[in-house]
């Protein structure tokens, strides 16, 4: 068996020169590399990787114990959330830990970061001696050198991690499909998270959210990577609000989904045969997974692989023509806008578009620009207080009794009535 690369392998001193000279060239800050032990490799550090209050903390045989077992464990929340792990340090500074990983192996994390949020304060001078109870560090010194780190602030910070992430992976030339499938499963049920949390903040009764299925369709029948993803896990969230914890009726649910986006793959222009054969494929993964949040990232992935399917398809040309149509109408719905305005956007002739919308949507540009009107309006009523006149304008009616004859002929009931309905009080 061969034995793993090391990680100065993995990442050389040349291609950390590189990294670090576009990543400081863009923030102006020093990096440190660890490895898994969370001792520093000196090759890959900047020389100014260490600021005044670190070497303080770190003279002391306790102070450098704290800090190696900090940095181990960033490494570990980093690897497994897939993404840059941003903390307060146990001295209480920022630290930014962007795990290294090389397809599964695990060779060590690249730091950053200590700096302070805001500017230091006297309570957080207090903070700081409390942290460091046990450490020898003179007082004094201490909250001189607190006082000299750089401040920087949380949306920074954040954009550099992001920025390093993408710049380690790239120049370094790591295999990043591991780190960004936990990656993405971490944010999903981040997501599916707040849905759940928003579910049970409003009180809402449970029922299937067929309309969330109905635009889930659209989105990959036009092939809208973003937009499908936001609607599933709107849709797993709404599932496991109800069922969490049930892998069983997870599974049962997520095999439904599967055909509904099977269709719409189909009527997306995918070969029918093709897609049967994918189904059958999907169906035995199903069964193969065993807990809730593999199932919920293997969903996701899933619907990648039919937009994929529908982008080459044989009608992808038509989809990608009334795609501008689409974002026209989800960006601009609140407002009075007319089918040639539409048209415009999608540099169609009116005509032309209203007879591939329909073609290849199944609904015209104008009934699907109700729908989505209708499907904001239901949203506000349920999560919010507002009136519904307020809610109709905001929706995009002026006329509140139209508002109201178009809710009705789309909910088959009143606004009023759909509120009651489906809200009760807390």
């Known amino acids: 068996m061969a034995e793993q690369p090391t990680l100065i392998e993995v990442?050389?001193?040349?291609?950390?020169?590189?990294?670090?000279?576009?990543?400081?060239?863009?923030?102006?800050?020093?990096?440190?590399?660890?490895?898994?032990?969370?001792?520093?490799?000196?090759?890959l550090c900047s020389g100014d990787c260490r600021p005044e209050f670190c070497r303080l903390v770190q003279r002391d045989a306790a102070g450098q114990a704290r800090c190696a077992g900090e940095r181990r464990r960033g490494i570990e929340i980093a690897v497994e959330t897939g993404q840059p792990f941003i903390t307060i340090c146990h001295a209480g500074i920022v630290l930014v830990c962007v795990p290294i990983v090389d397809r599964d192996t695990v060779h060590g994390g690249l730091f950053f970061g200590k700096c302070l949020w805001e500017p230091p304060t006297e309570s957080?001078?207090?903070?700081?001696?409390?942290?460091?109870?046990?450490?020898?560090?003179?007082?004094?010194?201490?909250?001189?050198?607190?006082?000299?780190?750089?401040?920087?602030?949380?949306?920074?910070?954040?954009?550099?991690?992001?920025?390093?992430?993408?710049?380690?992976?790239?120049?370094?030339?790591?295999?990043?499909?591991?780190?960004?499938?936990?990656?993405?499963?971490?944010?999903?049920?981040?997501?599916?998270?707040?849905?759940?949390?928003?579910?049970?903040?409003?009180?809402?009764?449970?029922?299937?959210?067929?309309?969330?299925?109905?635009?889930?369709?659209?989105?990959?029948?036009?092939?809208?990577?973003?937009?499908?993803?936001?609607?599933?896990?709107?849709?797993?969230?709404?599932?496991?609000?109800k069922d969490i914890g049930d892998l069983g009726i997870l599974k049962v649910r997520l095999l439904e989904l599967l055909t509904v986006l099977?269709?719409?793959?189909?009527?997306?222009?995918?070969?029918?045969?093709?897609?049967?054969?994918k189904n059958l494929a999907y169906v035995n993964k199903v069964m193969q997974i065993d807990t809730q949040e593999e199932l919920c990232a293997w969903i996701s992935e899933a619907l990648n692989e039919f937009l994929e399917l529908v982008y080459s398809s044989r009608d992808a040309r038509k989809m990608t023509q009334i795609r501008p149509a689409i974002e026209y109408i989800d960006a601009h719905f609140d407002r009075a806008i007319t089918l040639a305005e539409i048209a415009r956007a999608s540099h169609l002739?009116?005509?032309?578009?209203?007879?591939?919308?329909?073609?290849q949507m199944g609904v015209t540009p104008i009934d699907y620009l109700t729908g989505v009107r209708i499907e904001r309006a239901k949203a506000l009523l349920l999560g919010t207080d507002r009136s519904c006149t307020e809610i109709g304008f905001l929706a995009g009616y002026s006329n509140p009794s139209y508002f109201t004859r178009t809710f009705k002929l789309f909910a088959g009931m009143t606004p009023r009535q759909f509120r009651a309905r489906n809200r009760r009080t807390i």
């Open 262 to 277: 099977s269709r719409a793959a189909v009527e997306g222009g995918v070969d029918v045969h093709t897609m049967l054969e």
């Open 11 to 43: 990442l050389t001193p040349a291609m950390f020169e590189r990294i670090e000279r576009g990543f400081r060239g863009r923030f102006r800050l020093a990096l440190e590399t660890t490895g898994r032990d969370g001792a520093a490799v000196e090759r």
């Open 349 to 359: 002739s009116v005509s032309r578009l209203a007879h591939l919308f329909k073609e």
């Open 124 to 241: 957080l001078g207090q903070d700081v001696a409390g942290r460091l109870r046990g450490i020898p560090v003179e007082a004094g010194r201490i909250t001189r050198a607190l006082r000299r780190l750089p401040v920087v602030r949380g949306r920074q910070i954040h954009a550099a991690a992001e920025f390093l992430f993408d710049l380690l992976y790239e120049i370094g030339g790591l295999d990043a499909k591991g780190i960004r499938w936990r990656r993405q499963r971490s944010k999903q049920q981040s997501e599916i998270g707040q849905v759940i949390q928003e579910r049970k903040k409003l009180g809402a009764q449970w029922q299937y959210p067929l309309e969330s299925e109905r635009a889930l369709i659209q989105k990959v029948k036009i092939g809208d990577r973003t937009g499908a993803k936001e609607i599933l896990n709107s849709i797993l969230g709404t599932i496991l609000f």
